[in-house]
Every structure is written in structure tokens, then in C-alpha cells.
């Protein structure tokens, strides 16, 4: 199959470093409060605004540009935001923290005039990318997606292509919820489960970002699952025992601390997305 990517998608192997003194003088504006156990645990967060707001201090954004439209800021606002810790996980803040070592590929997909045909510029992209497997987390930010609605759009399209699967649940404790749990096949006969992250309600703190995302381990792991399944934490950090496991323990207690009681099953890894029930139309 010959796959054409159209020019306007932007490409990014960066790196956050050069930015960090423009991020350290972050303010965030919103917060959160997530219970656990009946104990508050109160976290503040960096918005898109904040964001726009110090890259325009810095003279990073010239005046009257729009970050959605500066694909390579877009791409370094998000991977910020994973490694400032925001998605719970210690491992993914290593790997933004260092992508150009460990392989992630972000790209920026420009706005379409459909969820279909934002579907298929992903599928063909993805399809270039992980039949050679040249990298080892592709990323694809969708900046104009700016509901989870879309995105639930988006995902169920992307299911229902040949070499993705979909897996639609509803949420036990919210009948009006449906948790999306979306795969693509990879090498080896594994199917990579996707990452998904976007804005505001009702997806689970830790998947609240600044711009829409979905988020590929493009390659299996060194040792097979009896499952074939793949997961972002297979990518091979280089660490010693001692520091995998320090890093696992704070990941599951910050998981837990950021997500509370409520919202467990919202962020579990098996979950792309979250819509609501009755607020997902596909237009195509």
C-alpha cells in the first residue's frame, strides 16, 4: 500500500531542554483534588493558557500567534507535561525528559474537516511508521481535537479500521460513561494498547494535558507476553533494579494519589479515553 503524509503534519524528535528556563517560570492556574481513602490530596496544574503565556513572555510565541498553530511549540508544551509529572507515571517522565534517547516521535497532525479524516491521516501515519519500526513511542497531538467527545470520535473510527480493535466498556459506578480501550497491531503479532489524552471532564486527572494525544509503544516487548499485548512501560530504560523499583512504587503511589477512589478505572492503562454515553456523534 503506498501511503502519502501530507506536509501539513509536523514531525518532531525534539527535545525539552532548550525550554526549560522559558517552563520554570510556569504558574499554574488550575488545581485539582482527588480522595483516597477518605485522605485530600490536592495538586495544582499547568493549563494551555499558562503555558501560552510564558512562550509569549519569552518571546517564543510572537503576539497575536496562536499556539495551536505552532506545531513545534504544540509538540514541547506536551512532552513538558509529561515530564513534569503530570500523567502519575515516573517511567514516562524519564522517557520525555530524554525522547531523543529513547525513541519518541511526536507528530502534530493539522486540522481536518472530519473525525474520519483525522482518523485516517493517524492510521496512514502510524502504518509508515511502525511497519519499519524506526521508533519506540509515536505520538500523535492532535491540537484542534480540544473534547473528549472528538477524541471518542476519533478512537471509534481508528477501532474500526483493519489492524486496530476497539474494546468498549461501560463504567460500573457511572452509567453514563464509557471507557475506550483502543490497540493497534505491532511487530511480533503484539497489539500495542494507546494512551489517550485530551481536555477537561470526564477524563481522569492524569489524562487531562493540554492538547489531545494519542500516545503508541511502537515495539513489543524483549519478552514475549503469553497475552501479546505491549504497553508504554516496555520501553527499555536502562536502569538498575533498584531504581525500576523505586520508580514503580512512587508510579503507583502518586497513580493512586492523583486519581483517588473515583477515578481508578478512568485512568487505568487499558483505557484510551473516556465519553460519555450519549455524547459521541461520528460525523464523516
Known sequence: ?????????????????????????????????????????????????????????SGSLPDG?????????????????????????????????????????????????????????????????????????????????????????????????????LVENAEPRSGDLALLGLSVGIDLGHWSEILGFGLGAPLAHTRRAPFTELAIRAKPPRRARPNHRAYMADVPLNQDSATIKLWGDETKRCRAERLGDEQDALGKARVTTVVRIDGSTITP
Open 1 to 57: 500500500m503506498h501511503v502519502t503524509l501530507t506536509v501539513r503534519d509536523y514531525r518532531w524528535s525534539g527535545e525539552i531542554a532548550p525550554f526549560v528556563p522559558v517552563f520554570e517560570c510556569l504558574r499554574p492556574s488550575s488545581s485539582y483534588r482527588a480522595v483516597l481513602g477518605g485522605v485530600p490530596h490536592d495538586f495544582e496544574v499547568a493549563t494551555r493558557a499558562d503555558y501560552e503565556a510564558v512562550l509569549r513572555a
Open 65 to 165: 500567534a496562536a499556539l495551536e498553530d505552532n506545531p513545534e511549540l504544540v509538540a514541547l508544551v506536551q512532552a513538558h507535561w509529561h515530564a513534569a509529572g503530570n500523567n502519575g507515571c515516573h517511567f514516562a517522565m524519564h522517557l520525555s525528559e530524554h525522547r531523543q534517547r529513547f525513541g519518541w516521535e511526536t507528530w502534530v497532525m493539522d486540522d481536518r474537516d472530519s473525525p474520519a479524516a483525522t482518523a485516517d491521516a493517524i492510521a496512514d501515519t502510524a502504518e509508515s511508521r511502525l511497519e519499519p519500526v524506526e521508533v519506540d513511542v509515536l505520538s500523535f497531538v492532535l491540537p484542534h481535537v480540544e473534547t473528549p467527545r472528538a477524541l471518542g470520535d476519533v478512537v471509534r473510527l481508528l477501532g474500526a479500521r483493519p489492524g486496530w480493535n
